[in-house]
């Protein structure tokens, strides 16, 4: 049943957002009809309902250009968009050879379902962070930070690209890179009116002042302004919409595919309020899977808190909150250029000689008489050459083993 729940879900903000998207589309055509009127208030002395005649005369002709110069752009974007992406976040695709761990969970993850294996990237950046790109299984592609591999263990990881499998799975991504396109063509007329009006059309209108006189130019042009500011204001509130509603559907897909939603909501711990890419647009930062960037309160933020989402794990998906987690200092601080995992916390270290399962703090059976790997001579039980692995020392809940 909760099966069948999630994929309603699924399907159901699909098709929200094929409508979102066709409202985007929408937006453009109310932007050139704004403009439109706006260019009959400026040159025209008529009553409001001639300018508003004469500016749907308008808009019916510049209606196909503007379908063409979206469509145009939509294309462009298709093609380039993750050579722009890689341009502003200095994303480089990597190889097995280069990050064998990293590969290998995501493969994983993939023959589990049955799907193909997106392309792998890594950014340059301490800032814990991961995000999906792409509009078709040839391009799909997973970038993550070098600070979220040196601070997340193997479990952790896993849930991170289980997440973003998820978002390609259901078509977030997709949808994203397109409602992103199309709010960019929305925001970049609306800018571009703007500016001309800011510079030239506040002057055109005192010019022509005379001889509009009474005529309805005015209100012409303040319509005009009220659709460009409606445009504007929606296009960004839809770009809000398909991105805040497809999180949680993103980390239950992820519990879905790892069976493992503490794993989820330590990751989620961990990135919250460390996930800010200097280097990204706010277009990129809405693709994160965390987004630390807010507006002007919890309506116009791009992601759900991180609060909200655990809440919603450990109520769906019977998940442990540890609370807000503070880094250890030993993956703070690494700065060799390896993964920090690769090297054990002091506290392993104390707890492999000294802890409660050491030689001093070993059961009164255990140093009564020796194991059967002891040292006849002595009775001492020999140590350790290696330590355990990070990926079963570090957690939020104390040591544990992922399978």
Not at 2 to 14: E, K, T, V
Not at 20 to 39: E, Q, T
Not at 131 to 139: E, L, N, Y
Not at 189 to 194: I, T
Request: proline share 6%; aromatic share 8%.
């Amino acid at each position: 049943m909760a099966a069948y729940g999630l994929y309603s879900h699924i399907q159901s903000n699909r098709r929200r957002s094929i409508i979102l998207l066709a409202g985007l589309f929408f937006l453009v055509y109310v932007l050139v009809y704004a403009g439109a009127l706006a260019a009959e208030g400026l040159s025209v002395n008529a009553d409001i309902d001639t300018l508003l005649r004469l500016a749907w005369i308008d808009f019916i002709k510049a209606a196909p250009f503007a379908t063409v110069g979206a469509t145009l752009w939509i294309v462009i974007a298709y093609y380039f968009h993750q050579d722009m992406i890689d341009a502003l976040t200095g994303g480089r695709e990597v190889e097995r050879r280069d990050e064998p761990r990293l590969h290998n969970i995501l493969e994983n993850l993939c023959i589990s379902r049955g799907i193909p294996t997106p392309r792998l990237k890594i950014m340059d950046s301490d800032a814990l962070n991961a995000f999906a790109t792409g509009m078709s299984p040839k391009q799909y592609s997973i970038t993550v930070t070098t600070g979220l591999l040196k601070t997340l263990d193997d479990a952790e990881i896993e849930s991170v690209l289980g997440h973003e499998l998820t978002h390609i799975r259901n078509g977030d991504v997709r949808m994203m890179v397109i409602a992103v396109i199309i709010a960019g063509v929305v925001s970049f007329f609306a800018e571009l009116v703007f500016r001309l009006w800011f510079y030239n059309g506040f002057s055109f209108g005192g010019s022509r002042s005379e001889r509009r006189g009474g005529s309805g130019a005015g209100l012409a042009i303040l319509i005009a302004v009220g659709l460009l500011v409606v445009a504007y204001v929606l296009s960004f509130v839809i770009r809000l919409a398909l991105s805040r509603s497809r999180e949680y559907l993103a980390d239950a897909g992820s519990v879905e595919l790892t069976k493992n939603p503490d794993a989820m909501i330590s990751a989620l711990r961990k990135i919250e309020g460390r996930g800010e890419l200097k280097r990204a647009t706010s277009a990129v930062m809405e693709m994160c899977i965390d987004n630390p960037r807010e507006g002007f309160g919890e309506l116009f933020d791009t992601h759900p808190s991180v609060e909200s989402r655990v809440a919603a794990l450990v109520k769906f998906a019977g998940g442990h909150d540890p609370g807000p987690l503070a880094l250890p200092p030993t993956l703070n601080d690494a700065t060799d250029g390896q993964s920090a995992l690769s090297e054990p916390s002091a506290d392993w270290a104390v707890g492999a000689s000294g802890g409660p399962w050491g030689p001093e703090n070993a059961p009164n059976e255990a140093s009564a008489s020796p194991g059967p790997w002891s040292d006849p001579a002595t009775g001492a039980s020999p140590q350790p050459t290696s330590l355990p692995s990070a990926e079963s020392a570090l957690g939020p809940w104390g040591p544990h083993r992922s399978n």
